[in-house]
């Protein structure tokens, strides 16, 4: 009976670490996704400068990002400073020009010919904008020769490297782009000479456009690639390389060289349109002769 009677024993458990486990873990969540949200925030920040724009383009921006540089390279302008605009020639938007046309255009090309119908700020429309310039052209040419030497090199080795095919037809592509409208050589022309720069800075700009635009260059360098492209990919089809013909580029010139000089605002301008007739004149094309007649050129 005693032993019925004798009080039961209270066992006291110990509340485990359960909670404050899951408060720590918790905590370190919440530091992760503020760090995460941070670090997204940083690669998606708007460029502050014209050399931040660079540095984000340099480590291979998201789209949005991409976007975000080239609405504010298209749009910054400031006077009297080392970069005062993407369009006037400079160390800096010479190698922003450089980066856009050999890693931004061959690695975002698709998305941005998808984005193409997004308005004026559609990311296709703002890097035609930052690339329509004599830099720009140049380092288009620059980068379909390395491509062309790189096809006959693999020619060569009898391999056949399907992309670099790709990069030809999109680098043609951008040409025909970027060199679309009859006042393309006007707007380089006031670009070149904007600004306050002395006439010895002047001078070199006005002589590249003559030496990159009344040469032969863009025309062989382009029918050069388009036909490389069409080697190495026996199914592309003819999407009608304009630059790569010499009568269709004549003509696009000639329309060009009326528009300078219409313009007429100084002499220089009026000189600079006599000097690419010149040089049109000796493009080669038979029919060129009559081309330039029809726009009231060549009599």
């Known amino acids: 009976m005693d032993e019925l009677l004798r009080p039961a024993s209270i066992v006291r458990t110990t509340k485990t670490d359960a909670g404050a486990d899951l408060l720590r873990e918790r905590s370190v969540q919440e530091r992760t996704n503020t760090a995460e949200a941070k670090s997204k925030a940083e690669q998606r920040r708007t ?31 400031a006077a009297g400073s080392s970069f005062p605009t993407i369009k006037l020639p400079s160390p800096l938007s010479a190698q922003l020009v450089q980066v856009l046309v050999a890693e931004i255009v061959p690695n ?4 941005l010919v998808e984005d193409v119908h997004q308005g004026k700020d559609s990311g296709l429309k703002l890097l035609l904008y930052c690339i329509s310039s004599v830099a720009g052209v140049n380092a288009i040419l620059v980068r379909l020769r390395a491509l062309i030497q790189e096809a006959k090199s693999e020619a060569a080795d009898k391999a056949r490297r399907p992309d670099i095919s790709l990069n030809l037809g999109i680098l043609l592509d951008l040409l025909c782009r970027v060199l679309h409208g009859d006042g393309w050589l006007l707007g380089a022309w006031r670009a070149a000479t904007s600004g306050s720069d002395a006439p010895a800075r002047v001078r070199p700009r006005v002589q590249e456009i ?14 050069e690639a388009d036909e490389v492209a069409k080697a190495n990919s026996p199914k592309k089809k003819d999407e009608g390389i304009w630059p790569a013909d010499s009568l269709q ?7 060009n060289i009326v528009k300078l000089a219409l313009s007429g605002e100084t002499a220089d301008e009026t000189r600079l349109a006599s000097d ?24």
């Open 276 to 299: 690419l007739f010149a040089k049109a004149m000796r493009l080669g094309h038979p029919g060129r002769r009559h081309c330039l007649s029809r726009y009231g050129m060549g009599r």
């Open 108 to 111: 975002y090309w698709a998305l």
């Open 47 to 77: 460029p502050a400068s014209p050399e931040d724009a660079l540095e984000i383009l340099r480590h291979e921006p998201d789209y949005d990002s991409l976007t975000s540089v080239l609405k504010f390279l298209s749009r910054h302008e």
């Open 249 to 255: 580029y004549t003509e696009w010139l000639a329309r």
């Open 210 to 223: 003559v030496a990159t635009f009344g040469s032969g260059r863009i025309v062989s360098l382009a029918a």
